[in-house]
Nanobody
Framework: VQLQASGGGLVQAGGSLRLSCAASGRTFSSYNMGWFRQAPGKEREFVAAITWGRGSTYYADSVKGRFTISRDNAKNTVYLQMNSVKPEDTAVYYC??????????????????????WGQGTLVTVSS
């Protein structure tokens, strides 16, 4: 599967932004999907995930209550609605897809190694 993230840009602190990640292929609905981010000089970190089927969601503590992950299986797209953004949210945001293989199914949703496919990233810059 190929993933294409978009929607990044410059936003003022306290503002909102919505990221999108479009996936190719007809099996999108059977993938768990996640968003990660990487700030300059820092390691990639988990932001949010949404499961296939029930659409259960998981969030990093740092974004809980401000960010919302959702998916539209008819459009093969996963979204990340970012509200009340802060300068520390500045990072390149990556979407990722978990094909739920034997090798990855026991890993936690916040583990990058759980995900088999990655998009190219979209830059979000939050000004203070």
């Amino acid at each position: 599967v190929q993933l294409q993230a978009s929607g990044g840009g410059l936003v003022q602190a306290g503002g909102s932004l919505r990221l999108s990640c479009a996936a190719s292929g007809r099996t999108f609905s059977s993938y768990n999907m996640g968003w990660f981010r990487q700030a300059p000089g820092k390691e990639r970190e988990f932001v949010a995930a949404i499961t296939w089927g029930r659409g259960s969601t998981y969030y990093a503590d740092s974004v809980k209550g401000r960010f919302t992950i959702s998916r539209d299986n008819a459009k093969n797209t996963v979204y990340l609605q970012m509200n009340s953004v802060k300068p520390e949210d500045t990072a390149v945001y990556y979407c990722a897809a978990d094909a739920i293989t034997i090798a990855t199914m026991t890993r936690e949703y916040n583990d990058p190694l759980k995900y088999d496919y990655w998009g190219q990233g979209t830059l979000v810059t939050v000004s203070s």
